[in-house]
């Protein structure tokens, strides 16, 4: 059977308005609960600081949950909602997600993306029963991750050279096939992603609720159609090939890895790649906080790593790198710090 999942219900409200009384587990980290725990007031049986998205520690998390919560809260980021949405599938709660920031496409979601023996996967959780927003907490999040769910939008420029170039190659499946109707869709999201993208750099509300707007079609769309073909091509293969070596480095925001990857799979396709570069740095997208030596042996596993876990068709299957051939694509990308 074929799913075709709703959304979850979307509250535009003021936190201090939310009124709980189910017993509650609460998801969260440090930061986001300094950033909004005096305007929340709900029965908080357990509260956790999920640390990452192994599958293996979502499930302990899971197993060891008390029976007297009946649902499952996450205030913050894409991993602590990730982690409240697969423990309330796994223990059939609802989930309620409270953003700190529009970080990620994963609040509107029917998916959870962990990891699994090294490899990115992604579970079918359904989606979580309210997602609540308070413009003043998002519009006054850190800049550099506010609105960093916009990269998901940016990265259906990429997604698309890559689905059309598997169409090219025949090498899409039949339920991937190339969608023309699809593709017109994503790119007008794309475009309007890019139009609006100072105004969310700079934490302008309007700008905000318009990249909301954006992220929800673009989830309506890719749920619709039943894959994420037209906006997740190499660009995501080299954040999820890249995330073991930089979080050996410190935590970073799935946007910072995707955002490099983006220009990498621009220049990949022989784009021009700084309009891409200064959208994103308008949208207050870091894209220097990956180490070069981090992209270069991440590139060079890259096509394997795309054959070995069985990632949609892209031109990386037809590409092999050297160290020499590595150091090109970035300079090219600009992310050589020889250019800094």
Request: proline fraction near 5%; hydrophobic fraction near 45%.
């Amino acid at each position: 059977m074929t799913t075709i999942w709703n959304m979850p219900r979307i509250e535009l409200t003021d936190l201090s308005r939310l009124r709980e009384q189910r017993p509650a587990a609460l998801l969260t980290g440090k930061r986001s609960w300094q950033a909004v725990n005096t305007m929340l007031k709900f029965p908080v049986v357990v509260q956790a600081e999920p640390e990452s998205a192994d599958r293996s520690y979502l499930e302990f998390l899971s197993e060891n949950l008390p029976k007297q919560v009946q649902v499952v809260y996450a205030v913050g980021g894409g991993l602590v909602c990730d982690a409240a949405k697969y423990i309330a599938w796994k223990r059939k709660l609802p989930a309620v997600l409270v953003p700190t920031a529009l970080s990620v496409d994963g609040f509107f979601t029917a998916t959870v993306s962990l990891r699994d023996g090294g490899a990115g996967v992604y579970v079918e959780s359904g989606p979580a029963e309210r997602v609540i927003i308070d413009w003043d907490v998002i519009s006054t999040a850190p800049a550099h991750i506010r609105g960093a769910g916009i990269v998901e939008l940016i990265s259906i420029v990429t997604g698309l050279l890559d689905w059309q170039y598997a169409a090219e190659k025949g090498k899409n499946t039949l339920n991937e096939r190339f969608q023309p109707w699809a593709a017109a869709i994503a790119a007008g999201i794309a475009q309007q992603a890019f139009r609006i993208a100072k105004g969310v750099g700079e934490g302008q509300v309007s700008a905000l609720r318009e990249l909301l707007d954006l992220i929800c079609m673009e989830v309506r769309l890719t749920t619709q159609i039943g894959h994420t073909r037209p906006q997740e091509g190499s660009e995501q293969f080299f954040a999820q090939a890249i995330q073991p070596r930089a979080s050996r480095r410190g935590k970073k925001p799935y946007a910072e890895l995707v955002g490099p990857g983006i220009l990498l799979a621009m220049a990949l396709h022989n784009q021009n790649v700084q309009p891409i570069r200064d959208t994103m740095l308008a949208a207050g997208i870091r894209l220097n906080t990956l180490d070069e030596i981090d992209i270069r042996d991440s590139l060079l596993e890259l096509p394997q790593f795309v054959k070995d876990n069985a990632l949609p068709y892209s031109k990386l299957n037809d590409m092999s790198f050297t160290p020499d051939t590595a150091g090109e694509l970035i300079k090219k990308a600009g992310l050589s710090t020889a250019e800094a």
